[in-house]
């Protein structure tokens, strides 16, 4: 196969690597993307399981960069499902004619750079052969899968399925015995829409985690025109937020609130449901005390919605709220009322095998005839570490990640040359808004890239000493408060073997932000150009 030229290749065509690709374009930078799946979309397109739902508002969750489309496009619910998600996605790929520079089911297997000539080598599963001077790794922070270690995985004789690996075909569980591993958002989301198709339903919970009600409903058409036409104010506004969100933020303290006053707050936003309920206070986060005030809320909901006391107790979290990511559902605790849904905590004892019929726990058979696993991925590091990177002198990105990342920003990496991540570890990513933040990213890179095309600069690369410096601060950021205290996909805790390293960046939103425009002004400050 013939080697390919750019001088960009982004990896990935998620919502990163489609607008990188328009940025790009007037900048007569020649630019390919390279995409595993057979569209585009990233997240939405792989996370197809029954239920699958953004759980930021779709007036938020969404494109700013261009005012007509976040004018003209309309979603129909307040969070908007896979399918709209995807649709909005391949409305963008055709609105800016993205899909000519998209090379799709090319999965990137590796990339060399060759420090002599200034340029990357990639190579894709299938042999497809590129050369870059630049690549950018638009490959999200939860795409990598995670599967679980049990013994006897691949002995199960049934439908084996994973949330984010869902089939394109329809699942039609109809009739069937189904078992649900794991109780994360994409299992919290998915077993009330399994359950209701589903002859019996067995869900198997390690972990009992916080959901907060969504109050999903059509989308109020009065607050769609209102927000479209304050959207700039309304931007601009989230932008000054920690998570990038536009909502109500409360500084104040649950312990200096009584009792009455905090029931009030929590009910509240309790009924008005979603994320925002942790903007009750401004200490929840960061003392135990006030966060076992909004955890026992939550507690005291579940035991009232789930009819028997054994399955409430278990589904009660026994960490703090917020520790995880806080999940938003749709009729969650309630299912466990049907007759035909059962919750096995394997807390204190593991599943002990899956068998060629279904699960065994508890030294217990349960007969399924099919398997789906709602665990989650091997976030932020595991799409990346999947590649193959090989920097300046072959140094590897997998092995120098071994005991955890190290990146500068979450942009860029020592040794690394004219590489790019975009949300990478050690940017804010997912604590916030994922595309507004995205886009902040890809405006960096692309400003970043002008830049040097304007200095003939050929090569970048983020210095040891402003990546260790930036890193001592993120991690600093990361221990103040209790958001560490708890075992979480952040830290690595739910990957077999992975360092437990916490990876997104915690000092917020406009902090970071800041600190991003710091650098530029600073003539890319902790940068090293050639
Ligand atoms: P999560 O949130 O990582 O959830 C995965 C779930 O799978 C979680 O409950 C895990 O328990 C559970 N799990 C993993 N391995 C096992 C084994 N061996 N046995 C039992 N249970 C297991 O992934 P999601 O896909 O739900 O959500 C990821 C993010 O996507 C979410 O936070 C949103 O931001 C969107 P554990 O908690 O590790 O004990």
Known sequence: MSVQQFDVVIVGAGFAGMYLLHRLRPLGISARVVEAGTDVG????????????VDIESMQYSYQFDEALQQEWRWTEKYAPQPELLKYARHVADRFDLRRDIQFETRIASAVYDARAQRWAL?????????????????GCLSKPNWPHIDGIGSFAGQIYHTAMWPRETVDFTGQRVAVIGTGSS?????????????QLTVFQRTANYAIPAHNCPLDKDYEEWVKGHYAEFRAQAKQTPPGIYGRFRVGKALEATPEERQAEYEERWKAGGLAFMGAYGDLMLSKEANDTAAEFVRSKIREIVDDPATAESLCPKNIIGGKRLCVDTNYYATYNKPHVRLVDVRDKPIEAITPTGVRAHGEDFEVDALVFATGFDAMTGALTAVDIRGKEDASLRERWADGPISYLGLAMADFPNLFTVTGPGSPSVFTNMIPTIEQHVDWITDCLAWMQDRNYTAIEAEHDAERAWWEHHQEVATVGIKTTTDSWYLGANVHGKARVFMPYYGGFPDYCRKCEEVVADGYAGFAFG
């Not at 990233?42 to 739902?53: L, S, V």
């Open 42 to 53: 990233g997240t939405w397109y792989w996370n197809r399981y029954p239920g699958a739902r």
């Open 123 to 139: 190579t894709a599963e299938d042999g497809s052969a590129f050369d870059a001077q630049f690549v950018v790794m638009a490959t």
């Open 187 to 199: 299992g919290i989301q998915s077993i009330p829409v399994i359950a209701e198709k589903a002859k």
